[in-house]
């Protein structure tokens, strides 16, 4: 809807010998447009930015320099919010991130195993993903062609291959974050569904990892659902009993104080205390 917004860019960009610039005749998702480049690539690797992203000066070295593995086929970089001061919300999902990415990822990495290689800044090796486009492009959910998850099914469609998935945190991307509940909870969704549909392909992969990366996949999946069950369990005693569950609330208080605390630890900022209030 908005072509004529590419009218500028394209003007500067396509005249320029250090760039190609593709203009599609219409838009086809990020999947195929992905897809598009990779086939007209010709480089080692492939770096992956996402249109709201401003990556930091060293972002490419630093990446292209894990990638100097042959047995890595992906490497992510951190991931922060460029207008993190802009709401409470988006301050919360700064933290959120530093989390996902200084935690789940770190941790994961440590088996050479990130299970979702992030859009917004995220580096491949160009011979494997030729190797695995024709899967990546036919991905069917519920007899449609996928629209969402690309970026974990990629990632997962890398380690189904047998090469390494990596993270590295001093490559820092800062990208534009949702700033009100509504596109928030719709982005949420797309990553929940993402989450449980490819974790079944996962799910074959586990076998040949580290036992820690199976229990990581199992509580990214039985984690919401028990939080849910608790909530209901909770809300339905008090309807019929009047009295309200203080032990499963102080539980739940519990483990998200220590959450945050041990955040707050690492990162050295008490700013993650207040972490809680994402709960």
């Given amino acids: 809807a908005n072509r004529d917004a590419l009218v500028g860019v394209h003007e500067e960009y396509a005249g320029d010998p250090r760039f190609n610039f593709i203009a599609l005749p219409k838009n086809v998702g990020k999947r195929k447009a992905q ?4 086939r007209r690539s010709c480089g080692d690797l492939v770096l992956n930015v996402d249109s709201d992203t401003i990556l930091a000066p060293d972002v490419i070295t630093r990446l292209a320099l894990k990638m100097q593995d042959q047995a890595v086929g992906a490497a992510m970089g951190q991931l922060a919010a460029s207008n993190r001061s802009e709401t409470w919300l988006t301050r919360l999902i700064d933290m959120e991130y530093w989390l996902a990415c200084n935690e789940e990822r770190a941790a994961q990495a440590r088996f050479g195993a990130v ?71 719709r982005q949420q969704l797309r990553w929940a569904r993402s989450t449980f549909r490819d974790t079944l392909l996962a799910f074959q ?15 990214q999946n039985i984690g919401p659902l028990l939080l849910s069950l608790s909530i209901l369990a909770g809300l339905a005693q008090f309807v019929t009993t009047g009295t309200v569950p203080w032990t499963a609330c102080l539980m739940i208080a519990a483990m998200t104080i220590v959450r945050c605390s041990v955040a707050a630890f690492r990162a050295r900022q008490l700013r993650f205390l207040g972490f809680s209030l994402h709960t």
């Fill in 205 to 219: 992969l586990l076998r040949g990892l580290n036992i820690y990366l199976t229990l990581d996949v199992i509580g």
């Fill in 115 to 185: 299970m979702c290689c992030c859009g917004p800044c995220a580096m491949y090796r160009r011979s494997a993903l030729v190797s695995l486009l024709d899967q990546y492009e036919t991905q069917r959910f519920r007899g449609k062609p996928s629209d969402f998850g690309e970026d974990r099914h990629l990632t997962i469609l890398m380690l189904k291959a047998g090469f390494r998935t990596e993270y590295v945190p001093e490559a820092v991307a800062a990208t534009v974050v949702p700033n009100s509940m509504g596109p928030y909870l």
């Fill in 35 to 38: 897809i598009a480049a990779i």
